[in-house]
């Protein structure tokens, strides 16, 4: 186990449907992240949350809303999405701040089908 | 967890051959490198890492070697064991940007045969 958690681990959604990822972090990190690998890409990073703001969004489609109530907890929103969205949803943590250079740790992903 | 679709490269080992994955970079920029093991079902795992101003670490089993000059990186992994077959990603990023995120490449399938 890395310390990271998600949830759910899998989720099939019509594309009318809202749902929601969740990813809790319990290794005491403040940067969060939110990645897509597809099926035809490689890792792809969509958010970046450092002490709970948002510091990047890498042009990731509005359908897409992340949140980050804490350090610990990260949301990804999902609305009105596309088949084409359907992607393994990676979360990972990192301590930034630190001199040292930090690896990320990543949770075990969700599997989201849209249909 | 595995890039399941994505034609990616495989490299086959027979158990207890040394293993050899390559990643080639563009940024000459970056400084920083890590190789992350994918097992199905799984997120990426941290392995070893290595910044721009050393060209070999080590570690159990594993060594990172870097190469600027052609912004080449190399994992070996010796003696492999059925348990070492995954996708293997290489991930570089520029500290000095602030930039948090890494990016990665798009990996290596390692199959042990027993």
């Known amino acids: 186990e890395t310390g990271v958690t998600q949830t759910p681990r899998h989720l099939v959604m019509g594309m009318t449907n809202k749902k929601s990822l969740k990813c809790e972090q319990h290794l005491g990190h403040n940067a969060m992240y939110w990645y897509k690998q597809s099926a035809k890409k490689p890792l792809e990073l969509m958010f970046v949350?450092?002490?709970?703001?948002?510091?990047e969004n890498n042009s990731v489609p509005s359908r897409f809303s992340p949140e980050c109530p804490n350090s610990s907890h990260l949301f990804l929103h999902l609305h009105t999405l596309q088949p084409e969205d359907s992607a393994l949803y990676l979360c990972a943590s990192s301590q930034e701040g630190d001199p040292s250079y930090n690896e990320q740790f990543f949770g075990p992903g969700t599997r989201l089908t849209v249909l | 967890g595995e890039s399941v679709g994505l034609h990616l490269p495989t490299l086959s080992v027979q158990e207890g051959d040394n293993s050899i994955i390559n990643c080639a970079y563009s940024?000459?920029?970056?400084?920083?490198f890590i190789w992350y093991k994918q097992e199905s079902g799984k997120g990426p795992q941290f392995i070893i890492d290595?910044?721009?101003?050393?060209d070999k670490r080590q570690g159990q089993r594993v060594t990172v070697l870097l190469n600027k000059t052609v912004k080449h990186l190399s994992l070996q992994i010796a003696a492999t064991q059925p348990g070492d077959s995954a996708v293997y990603f290489c991930a570089e990023n520029i500290r000095d940007t602030g930039r948090r995120a890494l990016t990665f490449g798009s990996g290596t399938r390692l199959q042990v045969q027993p």
């Open positions: 290595i910044r721009s101003n050393m």
């Open positions: 949350y450092n002490f709970k703001e948002q510091t």
């Open positions: 940024n000459s920029a970056s400084d920083y």
